[in-house]
T-cell receptor, first 114, second 111 residues
């Protein structure tokens, strides 16, 4: 089974702190994604990566950056956390294939910024 | 802009009821439509539909796609409390890497 692991289930940070959310997948998938999920808004794509050191902006990249130095790891960085970044963050991966739209998700990180 | 709309946004039913969840889409270069179930945190894959009129089935769950009318339905028969979850519908649309998600339908099954 594909396993996508997010390093923290719950995280509490203060406004202005630099925050790192880590995601690791064990299936050698080329594509990795970061989504945030908010009540009433659904899942929205922040950034994705289709290869090591490659990144593409999603729908809501403002206030975030990403890093993909190794194939299995995709990090989401909040340079200076703000209260409006309080959310559930979901990492996902998919293979480079005809069915690359089938995503495998991690269990999520609930981030609270105070 | 690609759009995926789910209805209803929430639903409460009793165990044993049959429910139908709806998903309509407006997506450039449509390729597929996917359904996910999200119980606690991680959405888990249910179905991927690419062809009109062909029902996909897994136990008490089934789904079908209508590419002419641009919608899909997810049916759950003989609901159980374990079916309580958020059901998400999504489509890759114009950007092949990017899934556009609907806002989800929150299903609550009460004993």
């Amino acid at each position: 089974d594909v396993k996508v692991t997010q390093s923290s289930r719950y995280l509490v940070k203060r406004t202005g702190e630099k925050v790192f959310l880590e995601c690791v997948q064990d299936m050698d998938h080329e594509n990795m994604f970061w989504y945030r999920q908010d009540p009433g808004l659904g899942l929205r794509l922040i950034y994705f990566s289709y290869d090591v050191k490659m990144k593409e902006k999603g729908d809501i990249p403002e206030g975030y950056s990403v890093s993909r130095e190794k194939k299995e790891r995709f990090s989401l960085i909040l340079e200076s956390a703000s209260t409006n970044q309080t959310s559930m963050y979901l990492c996902a991966s998919s293979p480079w294939s005809d069915s690359n739209e089938k995503l495998f998700f991690g269990s999520g990180t609930q981030l609270s910024v105070l | 802009e690609d759009k995926v709309v789910q209805s209803p946004l929430s639903l409460v039913v009793h165990e044993g009821d049959t429910v139908t969840l709806n998903c309509s889409y407006e997506v450039t270069n449509f390729r597929s439509l996917l359904w996910y179930k999200q119980e606690k945190k991680a959405p888990t894959f249910l179905f991927m539909l690419t062809s009109s009129g062909i029902e996909k089935k897994s136990g008490r769950l089934s789904s079908i796609l209508d590419k002419k009318e641009l919608f899909s339905i997810l049916n759950i028969t003989a609901t159980q409390t374990g079916d309580s979850a958020i059901y998400l519908c999504a489509s890759p649309g114009a950007g092949s890497y990017q899934l556009t998600f609907g806002k989800g339908t929150k299903l609550s099954v009460i004993p």
